[in-house]
């Protein structure tokens, strides 16, 4: 068997041109990035999403730096063959370019991520540039942007109007100009996602935004059905893994009641 290559931006933009789909998962942890990568997915994003489907949080706004520092480099230990990609926290990027590059080059540096990804599109283009002019590449998101949902007033597809629909793809554009080499496009209707990726050379990768995305990213716990907070639409569960580990337990548990594990199989003599 051909062992695969290192995912690579450069290798990640070329899929666009080259007609070929883009796989991105998110992973929080060392082994959940082994078996990942071991399925050949093209890009683990260590997300922020973390913060509601492994810290409990209400929402992912209360994710700190320290703790996307801390996954970011479990991760990173596995050393994937994917391309890994660090998600800026809220409060990361918004007060100035200096303390997004400063944020941007500890998520490299520290966290040992390749890449990192940022919310926003027209009002973000000039920081993303600041960190792209540093060498460090930049995965842009848009629509539906999680770290806006007080401003939104909850998690709402966007893009339905008119209006709305031109400003995502000035926004989409923008990113581009600013030297993003991908861009997120979530909650948004299938046929504007159609319109942003024929318009824009760098992929679009979509979650909840329809086929026509040059990729797709879901969350690992949405994907293996292991997580029993908010479902959204386009978060297709592959394994019901809540009742595969609750029936585990409940075996293990009954096994210890009973007396039957340990057994001598499973102790030293």
């Known amino acids: 068997m051909t062992e695969r290559k290192k995912m690579t931006v450069p290798r990640v933009v070329a899929k666009k041109a080259a007609g070929e789909k883009i796989?991105?998962?998110?992973?929080?942890?060392?082994?959940?990035?082994?078996?990942v990568d071991r399925?050949?997915?093209?890009?683990?994003?260590?997300?922020?999403?973390?913060?509601?489907?492994?810290?409990?949080?209400?929402?992912?706004?209360?994710?700190?730096?320290d703790e996307m520092l801390h996954h970011t480099r479990a991760v990173a230990r596995a050393r994937p063959r994917a391309l890994v990609v660090g998600d800026m926290p809220f409060g990361a990027y918004q007060a100035s370019a200096d303390e997004a590059v400063r944020n941007a080059v500890r998520f490299i540096q520290e966290g040992g991520a390749e890449a990192v990804k940022l919310e926003g599109g027209q009002t973000v283009a000039a920081t993303v540039a600041r960190i792209v002019a540093a060498g460090i590449p930049v995965m842009g998101h848009i629509g539906l942007t999680p770290q806006s949902v007080h401003a939104f007033g909850g998690?709402?597809?966007?893009?339905?109007?008119?209006?709305?629909?031109?400003?995502?793809?000035?926004?989409?554009?923008?990113?581009?100009?600013?030297?993003?080499?991908?861009?997120?496009?979530?909650?948004?209707?299938?046929?504007?996602?159609?319109?942003?990726?024929?318009?824009?050379?760098?992929?679009?990768?979509?979650?909840?935004?329809?086929?026509?995305?040059?990729?797709?990213?879901?969350?690992?716990?949405d994907l293996l059905g292991c997580f029993e907070g908010f479902a959204p639409k386009f978060a297709k569960a592959y394994a019901d893994l809540n009742t595969v580990i609750t029936e585990a337990v409940e075996r293990f548990r009954a096994d210890v009641e009973a007396g039957r594990f340990p057994d001598r199989e499973h102790s030293y003599e």
């Open 23 to 35: 796989t991105m998962v998110t992973a929080y942890d060392f082994p959940g990035a082994r078996l």
């Open 39 to 65: 399925a050949g997915i093209d890009v683990i994003l260590v997300g922020d999403s973390l913060g509601m489907v492994v810290l409990g949080y209400e929402h992912t706004t209360q994710v700190t730096m």
């Open 155 to 221: 998690y709402r597809v966007q893009g339905r109007s008119s209006e709305a629909e031109s400003q995502l793809l000035r926004d989409a554009a923008s990113l581009e100009a600013a030297g993003a080499f991908a861009v997120v496009l979530e909650g948004m209707p299938v046929k504007l996602a159609s319109r942003i990726t024929e318009a824009i050379r760098i992929p679009s990768i979509g979650i909840g935004a329809g086929p026509y995305c040059d990729g797709q990213v879901l969350v690992y716990h």
